[in-house]
T-cell receptor, first 114, second 114 residues
Framework: AQSVTQLDSQVPVFEEAPVELRCNYS??????LFWYVQYPNQGLQLLLK??????LVKGINGFEAEFNKSQTSFHLRKPSVHISDTAEYFC????????????FGKGTRLSVIA | DTGVSQDPRHKITKRGQNVTFRCDPI?????LYWYRQTLGQGPEFLTY????????KSRLLSDRFSAERPKGSFSTLEIQRTEQGDSAMYLC????????????FGNGTRLTVT
């Protein structure tokens, strides 16, 4: 079965600094990968997804992620963060074939400091 | 697209009572998912429907939990004889039904069992 590991539970960063949130997945077959963001007391919102093709995918709010098959990683990056980016970020994986539900990591809390 | 709506937003109940939550998915989406999220964790899959058929249930879903989607539109999740360990955020999501389709989440129902 597929699984996701988010290596950092909390990431504090100063406003306008770059940030990288790390995600590694485990699967013996091809996967689809997603990043979601959750603001306080809200549901999850899709940031970006990797399905196929270019390994660098761009999402909303200036975020991007790079799929690295050899390292089984899908790290999320933003070159300059804002206070409004403070939220919980979840990496998720599902299998390319079959009807497997989305499996989420435990999340990374991004705190942007003024 | 009015989004996924969940009702109620918050529910406080005493141990041993039954509770029921409702989810209204995006109207054209044929798949509906239930996830549970506890503090500091990512969403954990509970069950999902394709139209009115319940296709998969997690082993997290004990016999006290039951979900229905009678006409392939809204869904209900019932928890019987609630326990303190059931306290969590219950998230509903819908999608258009392929593995590459992202999930659209509601804002969740927060259950507190006292």
């Amino acid at each position: 079965a597929q699984s996701v590991t988010q290596l950092d539970s909390q990431v504090p960063v100063f406003e306008e600094a770059p940030v990288e949130l790390r995600c590694n997945y485990s699967s013996s077959v091809s996967v689809y990968l997603f990043w979601y963001v959750q603001y306080p007391n809200q549901g999850l919102q899709l940031l970006l997804k990797y399905l196929s093709g270019s390994t660098l995918v761009k999402g909303i709010n200036g975020f991007e992620a790079e799929f690295n098959k050899s390292q089984t990683s899908f790290h999320l990056r933003k070159p300059s963060v804002h206070i409004s980016d403070t939220a919980e970020y979840f990496c998720a994986v599902t299998l390319l074939r079959g009807n497997t539900p989305l499996v989420f990591g435990k999340g990374t809390r991004l705190s942007v400091i003024a | 697209d009015t989004g996924v709506s969940q009702d109620p937003r918050h529910k406080i109940t005493k141990r041993g009572q039954n509770v029921t939550f409702r989810c209204d998915p995006i109207s054209e989406h044929n798949r509906l998912y239930w996830y549970r999220q506890t503090l500091g964790q990512g969403p954990e899959f509970l069950t999902y429907f394709q139209n009115e058929a319940q296709l998969e249930k997690s082993r997290l879903l004990s016999d006290r939990f039951s979900a229905e989607r009678p006409k392939g539109s809204f869904s209900t999740l019932e928890i019987q004889r609630t326990e303190q360990g059931d306290s969590a955020m219950y998230l509903c999501a819908s999608s258009s039904g392929t593995g590459s389709s992202p999930l659209h989440f509601g804002n969740g129902t927060r259950l507190t069992v006292t």
